[in-house]
């Protein structure tokens, strides 16, 4: 009998089944890790200089005696040439079907969530300027190139995407993470793995569940969310690439949740994950995660308790290597302390994974590997430029963007103005990899800013002067700076991150902080140049958004324009000469709040009432800059919202906007539908996204916007703990972002101001909005059923 175990799975296929009737606990064990090939102490996971001793050593062909799951990381761990490394794998993959009893190749994963992890791969966006864009089809085009390079090169499944919905950008993974808004983030991720799925390797949803949530912004911290915030911020994005995006793989988060780790906790791993969302695809262990149950949570006496808690939960296979699901479990279930059938449950799930992949074919791997790979094909770069072009937001600008012609003489300053690494995100190769082998060279062309500004303006004299460090109190370069601004036109001031993991660099997994201020003495820098009287263009190359009231809304000298981009990637730089220079005009939106001070964190644009500014408190947590905000080289107009009336609550709504470019120039817009729920059983954010569209309107153009709305989207948990719909009026409104409803003083139906801040408060910032629109939600408490749409479709004439 199955019944007693949950979960199980009953309809995989007769070979599998056979297959697995045959295994002997030996190679069930072995078909549920990993094996590190390379992995020798480098730092490219959480303690991996700790665990790598642990981890299995010797001749592969006995190391893979029983068979073996997963390669872990076979062209990532090290810079090895593709096409060599993909002979060996081809050769490797062979071996194991001629000498392994059962005939049963490894599966490959790989990381892949700034472009497959891998020398001479092409590098793209950090997911945080996925979310600037606002372009999920853009990030599925992107994720599509990915998978079809992964897959040549004999690679199965990637670990990407990232859902975590930022919640504290003192978090150091927040350049790795979408944005902050959970629809935004549901969206674009859906978005990714069909992309990368469509290539035929599978993507992992990571990090299952509440990662983000972590006290103060520590990685691997405790999370106190409450079951709701659970639900209602962590949960839908993970929920809306299962059931929307097809994902077939799962990664656990490495947190607890009020104190029961999630790599042991079966009501979220099962319970959740698969008896409630529906998954059924296979569940892997992020690195040394089963080992930390023992190591780092103290839940397991050792680890073979920790394999058992982990397995019995949900999670099927551990990675990168088998420190605990392989002779400690083993031996539990060779004493009877635990029951077979769990083993049976994982190894069912990993051979159907391997049988959709192709691995049980007969024929697998028959075939010759590639003899000529370019894994960074001008397709690549294309979608690259693209990508990072739609990602920069333009946070300020006094009439300094875009440069002006007769600016002949350029100061381009900082640490970031001539430095590929400055780039790319922390999953990038070279900054996740290459950094422990800094002689060799990148493998790809990747131009810095001051080879991109020397491209694009090629009569312009450029002067650099470096002026300080990323990190570090080292002022000596303040007055070649200073002196080089002084004799500019204009001066360029690119400063920000150093991408990295565990204490190398300023941002990334590991690099977490207290506060929001940027590092180093870069402020100081910028506020030298700036001194001068000549125009300062502030460019932040950076992995989260910083505290820079005093660059934004300081006395002067400021800096005249303020150009934000989220690590752009192997053609980032030729993206920012693009905006520089005007060839390009911006139309990132911010996907993150930018904070006023690191004292107001944790904060999300997605609050109650009592979350904002309001009479009963003397601080006034209101950010910077605004979730969804960003600068244009036009002015776009906003009017003629039409809404439905009505609609059911199991039903869907439309709301119209038409936009108008009022400007002299083509652009595009990222058009907004908010919403708010005025009265509810629970307490509901003030503002919440509704949907979003990114729309190319010429000059002096005007396009009508229309949004297809589920009435799901003002879905929340009641009292009860269902996830519901309930009747009443609802408000809905586009705009240029989350706060330009009350910025421009617009107001509802009854013409008050949809605002909570105290009087006086409110700062203007530029941004239009309609007026509000009122639909009133009629029937029953709706429940919301698996059946139920998430998306809202748009439609643009």
């Known amino acids: 009998m199955i019944a007693d175990i949950p979960a199980y799975p009953t309809a995989a296929s007769e070979h599998v089944h056979a297959l697995l009737a045959q295994m002997t606990l030996q190679e069930k064990a072995a078909q549920m890790v990993g094996y590190w090939l390379d992995q020798g102490g480098e730092l490219v996971a959480p303690m991996a200089d700790e665990m790598a001793s642990s981890a299995a050593s010797g001749a592969l062909a006995e190391i893979t005696r029983d068979g073996i799951g997963h390669y872990t990381r076979v062209y990532g761990t090290r810079p090895v040439e593709p096409v060599e490394r993909a002979a060996w794998l081809w050769s490797e993959q062979r071996r194991l079907k001629r000498e392994t009893r059962l005939g049963i190749p490894a599966l490959v994963h790989e990381e892949c969530l700034t472009g497959l992890a891998a020398w001479k791969a092409a590098t793209f ?88 949530g972590s006290r103060a912004g520590r990685n691997h911290a405790p999370v106190s969310a409450g079951p709701r915030e659970v639900a209602d911020v962590f949960l839908p994005p993970f929920e809306m690439a299962i059931r929307d995006g097809g994902a077939r793989g799962v990664m656990n988060s490495y947190t607890e949740i009020d104190g029961v780790p999630v790599a042991s906790d079966p009501e979220l791993l099962t319970g959740l994950l698969r008896e409630q969302l529906g998954f059924d695809g296979v569940v ?35 990675l990168p290597s ?55 094909t001008w397709r690549h770069r294309d979608v690259a430029r693209r990508l990072a072009a739609e990602s920069l937001v333009l946070l300020a600008n006094d009439g300094a963007l875009p440069l002006a012609a007769e600016a002949r003489r350029i100061a381009l ?78 001066a360029i001031v690119v400063v920000g991150d150093r991408a990295g993991l565990f204490g190398r660099g300023t941002v990334g997994e590991g690099n977490d902080v207290d506060v929001l201020d940027l590092p180093g003495v870069q402020r100081e820098l910028v506020a030298h140049v700036a001194a001068t009287g000549t125009p300062v263009v502030l460019v932040l190359l950076t992995g989260r958004p910083y505290a820079i009231e005093w660059a934004l809304e300081g006395t002067h000298p400021r800096p005249a324009a303020v150009l934000q981009a989220f690590f752009p990637g192997e053609a980032g730089a030729t993206a920012l000469a693009e905006v520089l ?94 919403g708010r729920d005025p009265v509810a059983s629970v307490t509901r954010p003030v503002v919440q996204l509704i949907g979003y569209a990114r729309v190319e309107i010429p000059a002096g153009g005007s396009r009508r916007v229309r949004f ?32 330009a409803l009350a910025s421009s003083a617009a107001s509802d139906a009854t013409g008050g101001a949809i605002s909570n801040r105290k009087r006086g408060a409110r700062r203007s910032l530029p941004g239009t909005a309609t ?9 029953p408490v709706h429940e919301v059923t698996p059946e139920d749409g998430r998306i809202v479709a748009v439609t643009v004439d």
């Open 413 to 490: 300053i900082g640490p970031n103005a001539d430095s590929a690494e400055a780039l790319q995100g922390c999953y990038s190769f070279a900054n996740h990899v290459l950094a422990h082998h800094p002689d060799h060279e990148l493998g790809i062309e990747i131009p810095t800013v001051r080879a991109a500004l020397a491209a694009a303006l090629p009569e312009a004299e450029i002067v650099h002067v470096r002026g300080a460090e990323v990190e570090g109190d080292d002022r000596s370069g303040f007055e070649d700076a200073a002196q080089a601004a002084a004799s500019a036109d204009v």
């Open 771 to 779: 007026a509000v629109g009122v639909v009133s939600l009629v029937g």
């Open 284 to 318: 892997v262990a992020d690195y040394f995660a089963v080992a930390f149950l023992e190591v780092m949570h103290a839940v397991a006496a050792d680890r073979g308790d920790a394999a058992a808690l982990a397995l019995t939960a949900g999670i099927d296979v551990e």
């Open 708 to 739: 297809d709305v589920p009435a799901t989207r003002f879905a929340f948990t009641d009292r009860r703990m269902r996830r519901v719909v309930e009747p009443g009026e609802i408000q809905v409104w586009a705009a240029s972002h989350s706060e």
């Open 125 to 212: 966006p950090t997911p945080l300027a996925w979310g600037a864009s606002f372009d999920a089809e853009l990030v599925g085009e992107m994720a599509a190139l990915i998978g079809g390079s992964m897959r040549e090169l004999g690679i199965h499944q990637g670990l990407a995407p990232v859902l975590d919905v930022v919640r504290d950008p003192r978090w150091g993974r927040v350049d790795e993470c979408i944005g902050e808004d959970p629809y935004l983030v549901g969206t674009i991720g859906t978005s990714f793995v069909r992309g990368l799925q469509s290539a035929g390797v599978h993507a992992t949803l990571k990090h299952f569940l509440g990662y983000s």
């Open 581 to 674: 220079t005007g060839s390009t005009a911006p139309s990132g939106r911010l996907p993150v709040s930018l904070p006023r001070s690191a004292g107001a964190q944790p904060y999300s644009y997605l609050r109650p009432i009592l979350g904002g500014a309001s009479d009963v408190t003397s601080a006034d947590p209101t950010p910077l800059r605004p979730f969804g905000f960003g600068l244009s080289y036009t002015t776009f107009d906003y009017a003629d919202l039409a809404a439905d009336g009505s609609a059911s609550t199991d039903g869907r709504f439309t709301a119209s906007v038409t936009v108008t470019n009022t400007g002299a120039r083509d652009a595009a817009e990222v058009v907004q539908l908010y």
């Open 322 to 376: 088998g420190d605990a699901y392989l002779a400690p479990l083993v031996d539990r279930v060779a004493s009877g302390a635990l029951d077979e059938r769990y083993l049976d449950r994982a190894v069912l799930r990993i051979l159907t994974q391997k049988e959709e992949l192709g691995l049980l074919a007969p024929d697998a791997f028959e075939g010759e590997p590639p003899s000529v790979v370019d894994l960074d």
